[in-house]
């Protein structure tokens, strides 16, 4: 039975979005057909997206249909696409499945040895700060997250996507729209635990799933009260007083320093 990320020709409708992009630019490094449209692209403004994207050989359209013909194998679309959106139509006229970038990610997620993060701030950030230890020292991991790293952007990339030659897959996991739960990472990290988009009783709901769907470490901030509710084993989280422990915070223009405490017996077993 073919899965989603079997085929190779996808066409992702809002393209130009920063969760959109990132996942596009991701299938198109690993050598599949990306196409895309996006109302972004109907001013001139925005015309260093779609270079930065085509750049990327991602085709781009303006949202009109004209992406979508014959060979597309999958339409990928946001909880932010309405049912109204004319491409959704010709998507049904054509017979061609309309797949959740979610569901889409969940998958990804799923090929590779993932790292999760999580919570309702911070995770832009600290997926960031995990790219760049990793890829400093060696790893490579791949990297699908919804902010612009320095570092990429500095080589003419949106900087939110990145293909790397190991198994690691950095992703940001947004709770926002509830699709977290789809996620089954190899590492769960959850930074923190407050109203935004939704009640905190949902919230825990949603990350208690999260948790569930983690197949091996969860890790949880122990300087988040609510957060280190939901720790599974406190050997692995980090915090004031635990085992991994962050200090001496300066910041200086863009560039950020701390002095880390690792305390190496937690990973006798």
Aim: glycine residues 8%.
């Amino acid at each position: 039975m073919q899965t989603i990320l079997d085929k190779q020709n996808y066409f992702f409708i809002g393209v130009a979005g920063a969760g959109m992009s990132a996942i596009a630019q991701y299938l198109a490094g690993n050598g599949k057909t990306v196409k895309g449209s996006d109302r972004l692209f109907d001013f001139e403004e925005n015309n260093h997206t779609k270079q930065q994207l085509e750049a990327e050989q991602i085709q781009c359209f303006l949202q009109d249909g004209s992406g979508i013909d014959e060979h597309t194998e999958a339409i990928i679309i946001s909880t932010a696409i309405e049912s109204s959106n004319p491409e959704i139509a010709k998507a049904n006229e054509l017979k061609i499945p309309i797949i959740l970038r979610a569901d889409l990610l969940a998958a990804i997620c799923e090929s590779k040895r993932t790292i999760a993060i999580a919570g309702t701030s911070g995770k832009s950030t600290t997926t960031a700060m995990l790219f760049h230890i990793l890829h400093e020292n060696g790893v490579s991991p791949s990297l699908i997250t919804g902010a612009g790293l320095v570092r990429l952007q500095k080589e003419g990339k949106i900087g939110n996507a990145y293909c790397g030659t190991s198994d690691w897959l950095l992703i940001e996991a947004d709770e926002s729209d509830g699709t977290l739960v789809k996620y089954k990472p190899e590492i769960g990290l959850l930074l923190s635990i407050d109203k935004d988009h939704k009640e905190l009783e949902e919230l825990f709901d949603i990350f208690e799933t999260f948790k569930s769907n983690t197949q091996k470490q969860f890790v949880v901030n122990q300087s988040h009260l609510l957060a280190q509710k939901l720790s599974q084993n406190i050997q692995f989280d980090y915090g004031a007083g635990r085992s991994f422990e962050g200090s001496h915070f300066k910041q200086e223009d863009f560039i950020f320093r701390l002095k880390c405490r690792v305390l190496l017996a937690t990973f006798q077993q």
